[in-house]
């Protein structure tokens, strides 16, 4: 399958294309709105293979949870270039493509981006290699310690910017617990994974309406409209 990923969850935008086997990633952190930088990572990827557009075939895109409007980007352009192009989209949690990247075996992962207000967009889940992460706490909008009060015992991988503004409060509460910063998911392993779950249910991704965005919590603005209605 040549598939094109996509996530803009976070400030780490995720463009990886595998096209007959190669694979052009161009995932990086980017400052700048990713309304302006995602076209033209897509654009670049496609050029790196030769390609265009319409040599995809499957496409997968981050759902979050994460930032607002940077799922609305992500979820949005590919529901649009699944219609254009006519081809399935598989939706995905954000969290669970930085976990397939992890390569070190039957360990937990702790994917933790920062949502301010002392709490992150996180999941927790158990690595085994060979199999897809297994999910231990759901993707969500969660006090740091929530995600650490299980299994104190294990060993923890944590990783996210939310992991990192946090540290202090996992390590004193986790015996062993390891973060890597700067991570970045691997594309080969997300376009595994990808794979994977269309292969083993097609018609689960026939449908680009079924992909909506997962948010996880109400934005400020929504919040506030809420206040003033009452």
Known sequence: ??????????????????????IADKSSTTQNSHSVTLFSSIDDACKELGITIHDINCIAVGIGPGSFTGI???????????QILEVPLVGIHTQMLYACSIVTDNVDCIVAFDAKKSRVFAARYRI??????????????????????????????????????YNNEMTALIKNITFLPGFLPQPEAMVAMIENLYTDNPQKYADYHQVVPFYSRKSDAEIMRELKNK
């Open 1 to 22: 399958m040549n598939i094109l990923i996509l996530d803009t969850a976070t400030s780490i935008e995720i463009v990886a294309i595998r096209y007959e086997g190669t």
């Open 128 to 165: 085994q290699q060979g199999k897809l992460p297994q999910v231990v706490i759901p993707p969500g909008d969660y006090p740091v310690r929530h995600l650490c009060e299980i299994d104190t015992s294990k060993h923890i991988i944590a990783i996210g910017d939310g992991a990192l503004k």
């Open 72 to 82: 609305r980007i992500a979820v949005t352009t590919a529901r649009m270039l699944a």
